[in-house]
């Protein structure tokens, strides 16, 4: 072989190196800012349809003390305006309230969900409930577990077949996967 052919491969295989450092290194940065540590949470969400105060939220702090997420209950209305479902949603702070729901890593919700509470699925006790009274979701993307645990629902039949939610305590634990 020729010596500057012995040169071509040693810069060849420097030059991979190099590459692979790079993209190892974008790799660990960007999973860094999608994870961010947060404070754990314990709190409690109270909903109630003779409440003129429908809106609950509540901050998720990092552990820079700056607001990471926005944990919430949103409310579905029937054509009738009852409240037949609240949905616990999470966001990025900042993100406007038509962003997706955190809680559905997939995007493609479908059908109801463990972070969904419908009076009609309510509506023989919590703990017959698709989903039971306690649940838990793996966050695994954003490095967090959410646990729900539903202390009192109250439904009331609006027809035949549906109901309408008068009154939904939770009390709602989030924490990091890896303490």
Known sequence: MFPWRFATMAIDRFYRCLFVLCLTTLG??????????????????????????????????????????????????????????????????????????????????????????????????????????KRTLSLKGLGLVVRIAVSNAAVSPISAGNYKLDALDLRIEVDNVNP
């Open 28 to 133: 660990l940065s960007s999973n860094a800012v999608a994870k961010p540590r947060i404070i754990p949470l314990q709190t409690s969400a109270a909903f109630s349809s003779r409440s003129p105060e429908s809106h609950w939220s509540v901050p998720i702090k990092s552990t820079d003390g700056s607001t990471a997420y926005v944990l919430s209950l949103e409310p579905d209305f029937d054509v009738e305006h009852h409240t037949v479902t609240l949905e616990l949603v999470l966001r990025h702070s900042g993100d406007k309230n038509d962003a997706p729901n955190l809680l559905d890593p997939t995007g493609r919700r479908h059908g109801l969900q463990a972070y969904d509470f419908a009076a009609k699925d309510l509506s023989q006790g919590a703990q017959k409930s698709a989903f039971g009274e």
